[in-house]
């Protein structure tokens, strides 16, 4: 059974940084389609961003030119680059695999 575990949120100033990174563990199956959603209190679940085995990307207009997804297919891991970091991006934010698997979330805070 796939599990998803996700690292590296926390609490950053406005303008600040974060990167996130989440790693599939037992299964051997390839990385594929992988997305990144995040989620606040009384909303629903939204993308942030997605890319699949052939290395195709895709964003939120929220995110783009803010955030960067990339691949470690070697160590099963994504990562999503979080740069210029708002209020508005706080959120707890989850890992997503094909065909349906999610991750525990970890929680990223954008605060002065």
């Known amino acids: 059974q796939v599990q998803l575990v996700e690292s590296g949120g926390g609490l950053v100033q406005p303008g600040g940084s974060l990167r996130l990174s989440c790693t599939a563990s037992?299964?051997?199956?390839?990385?594929?389609?992988m997305a990144w959603y995040r989620q606040t209190p009384g909303r629903q679940r939204e993308f942030v961003a997605r890319?699949?085995?052939?290395?195709?990307?895709n964003y939120a207009d929220s995110v783009k030119g803010r955030f960067t997804i990339s691949r470690d297919n070697a160590k099963n891991t994504i990562l999503l680059q979080m740069n210029s970091l708002k209020p508005e991006d706080t959120a707890v934010y989850y890992c997503?695999?094909?065909?349906?698997?999610w991750g525990q979330g970890t929680q990223v805070t954008v605060s002065s």
């Open positions: 997503f695999k094909v065909p349906g698997i």
């Open positions: 037992g299964s051997s199956s390839s990385m594929n389609y």
């Open positions: 890319i699949d085995n052939g290395g195709n990307i």
